[in-house]
């Protein structure tokens, strides 16, 4: 089945740039979307169709991809943005299915 | 605004069977596909099942394919699932979301998620 990686865990330090990647075969083809959930809250959509932005999202949140791999870059990262932050997308294998990587836990201090 | 609203989570005995509603307001619900996501406790996000704005086509998980049913009405603006043959792995906040795309056919991004309800399946 279908898989999108992540690495567990990224640690900054406040006002650096956090980077969160994302690999999956099917990532040429299908657009990553992005989500931050904070504990104990419902997860929020910060970064969809590869790099767009939703309203209410922080300018420091952007998206890019490059072949196989999506990345998540949080430029002058925040306290506030401790979270974990999960990738999505969907297979194109023909099984339309939505498929989430394993989340990253980020933490900032 | 957007709001997705779920309910119907508690307590099941394995092998038992719950209903999950999702009441949408704030857009067009007949216009949109919609999802349901779950999260088993300390765990990530698994996508379960979606389906399309019209309720003709319905893509499931395999880890619940043939268990549970995904089913909407448009003229309540409500989502629901199905749950049956429950097993303890099946134990977690079940939440709805909205498909990002107007119309679309097939599954795409989630825009945005309800609170969710919890589901505990144990003897």
């Known amino acids: 089945s279908y898989e999108l990686t992540q690495p567990p865990s990224v640690s900054v330090s406040p006002g650096q740039t956090a980077r969160i990647t994302c690999s999956g075969d099917a990532l040429p083809k299908k657009y990553p979307y992005w989500y931050q959930q904070k504990s104990g809250q419902a997860p929020v959509l910060v970064i969809y169709e590869d790099s767009k932005r939703p309203s209410g999202i922080p300018e420091r949140f952007s998206g890019s991809s490059s072949g196989t791999m999506a990345t998540l870059t949080i430029s002058g990262a925040q306290v506030e943005d401790e979270a974990d932050y999960y990738c999505y997308s969907t297979d194109s294998s023909g099984n339309h299915r939505g498929v989430f990587g394993g989340g990253t836990k980020l933490t900032v201090l | 605004q957007v709001q997705l609203v779920e309910s119907g989570g508690g307590v099941v005995q394995p092998g038992g069977s719950l209903r999950l509603s999702c009441a949408a307001s704030?857009?067009?619900?007949?216009?949109?596909?919609m999802h349901w996501v779950r999260q088993a406790p300390g765990k990530g996000l698994e996508w379960v099942a979606f389906i399309r704005y019209d309720g003709s086509n319905k893509y499931y998980a395999d880890s619940v394919k043939g268990r549970f049913t995904i089913s909407r009405d448009n003229s309540k603006n409500t989502l629901y699932l199905q749950m049956n043959s429950l097993r303890a792995e099946d134990t977690a906040v079940y939440y709805c979301?909205?498909?990002?795309?107007?119309?679309?056919?097939?599954?795409?991004?989630?825009?945005?998620w309800g609170q969710g309800t919890l589901v505990t399946v144990s003897s």
């Open positions: 704030g857009f067009t619900f007949s216009s949109y596909g």
């Open positions: 979301a909205k498909d990002s795309k107007l119309w679309q056919l097939l599954p795409s991004g989630l825009d945005y």
